[in-house]
């Protein structure tokens, strides 16, 4: 369970986080949607220490972020970070095994490759094992970052808007990747999505950003609604209800 | 990850080419007393090789931090600023009074204060804006140009005769080296080497980016100012061995990174190393013994170095 308690953070004069608390059950595929602005990566980056912590509590499980050493940590949760930007000739593999830092430190013994092997094919990534990443498209490279923070092997995985630059038959095989990392693996999978589609079609808890504050969490059933959207986005869309998932026609 | 995917054989390979041209410059040319050859010719090798290995770590170094591969140390002015610290410290103190420090003393001294200045100069400029590659550059460029204005002034005013104790750190010369400062000089690069060594691993993932160290667990402004530690000491090692060799450190790496592509700090540190030991001593083998010193080494280093420089920056400019 991720706990997150009376939350505030500023940037400059800028308020983008406004004492916000908030429970992230274990074991479920969340998602963050929110108007742009709303304050989802930089609450993302807070609960991953990317950012430091300016005022409030973070509990991951028991440990508290901010006094929980670092690599303590790496153990526990990881982030696939918005952008990255990788030295092109790595190859796949070699990336993947980065993922194994956190628990060879760099001495990587038999277990740590048969990890990394089991990342590459969880993720459907064996036959581009040894292709260096700039040979790879954008959807390609997102599975292979994915790869890395699985074979890390953390109970809790934070993805900042992975969807981003993805057609949407990555987009899709991605979002199943997720969702069967949640259901068979035991993986608690927490989300920035900015396709509220996405969101209720994979996830199990929608938590809706506005102004840094809590808007609304729920199931998507409960949250994802004309009216939601019009406060959250100020659109008017319709929503169609399709298999028990709210859908929002675009 | 590991040492197990090294490539043995390339790396192999730079061992024996620089074995050979260590060979060629103990033996060419030399007549008569072998004793007196060997030992000659061998503090002059210890020399090179501390100096080469030094300059080729510290610049893997600052490009893994920086988060490049066009900027060196000594493109952002480290080895200037070593420069002016020890001309400052004859004009302010004078040539006599400089040597009553004695020259271990001067020499710790003199690092220290790069420790510190490069800690307050460098350290803020990597923290706060490492990835901005255009101001890195230009804020390299302009520190040089200050360090060596500065420098320059100074050494216009003071005496001619106290010039001397300045003159080996500030150009760069093989064949005139501080024989004094060469043990401790080499114990010191030693030290330095195995201490980053035991840092490799961290290193590497430090090189993933910021934030994809930090998700793997590594504190990165620590590795950082490690780094930057070992970066200054290195400089400060081989400028007053040698005087600084601008564009030395950029040429290295850049082979080595062409020869030997690997993520892997093991693997490149060795390389660099490698690769920069041959290109002094094979260098010096040419210049000293074929070409009779008509040309010194350093210029046709930075000649090669700067061409190299333009290609990346030109080639990075593109993109």
């Known amino acids: ?250 | 990850m590991g040492e197990n995917d090294m490539p043995v054989k390339r790396l192999s390979f730079l061992a024996l080419l620089l074995a050979l041209s260590m060979v060629l410059y103990m033996t060419i040319g030399s007549r008569g007393n072998w004793d007196f050859v060997l030992a000659f010719r061998g503090t002059k090798l210890l020399a090179i090789i501390a100096v080469s290995v030094a300059v080729s770590t510290s610049t893997l170094l600052f490009q893994t931090i920086a988060q490049n591969r066009i900027l060196t140390p000594s493109i952002m002015g480290f080895d200037a600023l070593y420069v002016l610290i020890i001309t400052m410290m004859v004009y302010f103190f004078s040539g006599q009074g400089m040597l009553s420090f004695g020259s271990y003393g001067l020499f710790a001294f003199n690092t220290l204060i790069m420790l510190l200045a490069s800690f307050l100069l460098f350290g803020t400029l990597i923290f706060e804006h490492g990835r901005d590659l255009t101001r890195m550059i230009l804020t390299g460029v302009i520190l040089g140009t200050l360090f060596r204005s500065l420098t320059s002034f100074a050494t216009r005013m003071i005496d001619p005769n106290e010039y001397a104790h300045i003159q080996i750190a500030s150009y760069a010369s093989f064949n005139s080296f501080n024989t004094e400062l060469l043990y401790i000089g080499v114990a010191v690069i030693i030290a330095c080497l195995i201490f980053v060594w035991t840092i490799r691993h961290r290193l590497d993932v430090i090189s993933l980016g910021y934030d994809v160290a930090v998700n793997l667990g590594e504190n990165v402004r620590t590795v950082q100012l490690l780094a930057l530690a070992v970066i200054a000491i290195l400089v400060s090692v081989s400028t007053a061995l040698v005087g600084p060799v601008a564009f030395l450190g950029l040429l290295v790496v850049s082979i080595a990174h062409l020869l030997t592509p690997s993520p892997n700090h093991s693997t490149l540190l060795l390389s660099s190393a490698l690769i920069s030991c041959i290109i002094l001593v094979g260098g010096q083998t040419i210049m000293e013994r074929m070409l009779s010193l008509s040309t010194p080494l350093a210029v046709v280093i930075d000649f090669v170095g700067g061409l190299v420089f333009l290609l990346l920056l030109l080639q990075r400019l593109k993109k």
């Not at chain 1, 963050?32 to 220490?49: F, Q």
């Open chain 1, 1 to 250: 369970m991720i706990s997150v308690r009376n939350l505030t953070h500023q940037l400059g004069q800028q308020t983008i986080l406004d004492d916000l608390s908030l429970t992230i059950p274990k074991g479920k595929v969340t998602a963050l949607v929110g108007a742009n602005g709303a304050g989802k990566s930089t609450l993302l980056s807070l609960i991953t220490r990317l950012m430091k912590l300016q005022d409030g509590q973070i509990l991951i499980d028991n440990m508290n972020v901010g006094e929980t050493p670092n690599d303590a940590l790496a153990r526990k949760l990881s982030i696939l970070p918005q952008s990255i930007q990788l030295e092109p000739r790595l190859t796949v593999r070699e990336l993947v095994s980065f993922g194994r830092y956190p628990h060879a430190k760099g001495r990587m013994q038999k277990q740590d490759w048969n990890k990394v092997d089991e990342a590459l094919t969880v993720l459907d990534l064996n036959e581009l094992a040894d292709r260096q990443l700039d040979t790879l498209s954008g959807g390609q490279r997102q599975r292979a970052y994915v790869a890395m923070t699985y074979a890390q092997d953390t109970e809790y995985m934070l993805l900042d808007e992975p969807l981003n630059n993805m057609d949407i038959a990555a987009s899709r095989s991605l979002m199943r990747v997720l969702r069967e990392l949640c259901e068979h693996h035991g993986r608690t999978i927490v989300i920035v999505l900015h396709d509220i589609n996405y969101a209720s079609g994979y996830a199990d808890n929608v938590v809706a950003l506005a102004d840094g504050k809590i808007d609304q969490e729920g199931t998507p059933l409960d949250v994802v609604d004309s009216a939601f959207l019009h406060r959250i986005y100020g659109t008017d869309a319709k929503v169609h209800i399709l298999d028990d998932r709210p859908f929002v026609q675009v």
